[in-house]
């Protein structure tokens, strides 16, 4: 399928979720409890690849005095958080960005926690890691989300799946060694549960493509997009004791 295209399909198909990825707003809430930071302190936020904005909501209601910059290639995302934050009453202290998360127009040494939930994957991890680093300041936090083996063995089946869509996947030691190694200090991970990804992701998903394939009747790549969600989804459902 054209990049393009999928894109295009993408946007469609997601712009209407909550969330473009696995994950909860618990547990946004534990990420943010693990980064240690002062959630009274003006602190200086961006949320890269934020998509519709689940984190960035989260953090603007939990983070009184922040500024929060959302960014993300997709301006539909955008507008659909602009009109959330609204909505919440948080559109005062949260600006978007309409930027690929490697190419950020922000000043070095300028953010005190860097957020990105299942999203960094988009420039790679250990680009990731490299390219967002400068944007913190000394003491700054990052907190990511990352596809990751919870068994150093997986099945033939899912391993080729996940190594063709995502050579980067590794086991969570494979990540904190090269978290470590770009000059980072670790401190702490947990894993999504199942829930993260079925009921906050996959279902409302499945949720709205009645929908999308309507809207596409007469396109066959809304109906390859359809097929690889349900491919992913079904995969999931069988093997998600091996990832998270």
Known sequence: ????????????????????????????????????????????????????????????????????????????????????????????????????????????????????????????????LEVLRPHLRTGGVLAVSELTWLRPDPPEEIRDFWESQYPEIATAAEKIATLEGAGYDLLGYFTLSPSSWLDHYYGPTAQRLPAFRERHADEPEADELIAMEDREVALYRRFQDHYS
């Open 1 to 128: 399928m054209d990049e393009q295209k999928l894109f295009s399909l993408l946007v469609d198909l997601h712009r209407d979720g909550a969330r473009q990825g696995p994950g909860s707003e618990a547990d946004t809430l534990r990420a943010l409890a693990l980064s240690g930071v002062d959630e009274t302190g003006a602190l200086r936020v961006a949320d890269v690849g934020c998509g519709t904005g689940a984190a960035a909501l989260v953090l603007a209601q939990q983070l009184p005095n922040a500024r929060i910059t959302a960014a993300d290639l997709f301006q539909e995302f955008l507008d659909v958080l602009a009109e959330r934050a609204a909505a919440a009453g948080v559109a005062d202290r949260i600006s978007t960005l309409a930027e690929s998360m490697d190419a950020l127009p922000l000043a070095p040494d300028s953010l005190d926690l860097l957020w990105s939930e299942g999203a960094i994957y988009n420039i790679g991890f250990a680009n990731g």
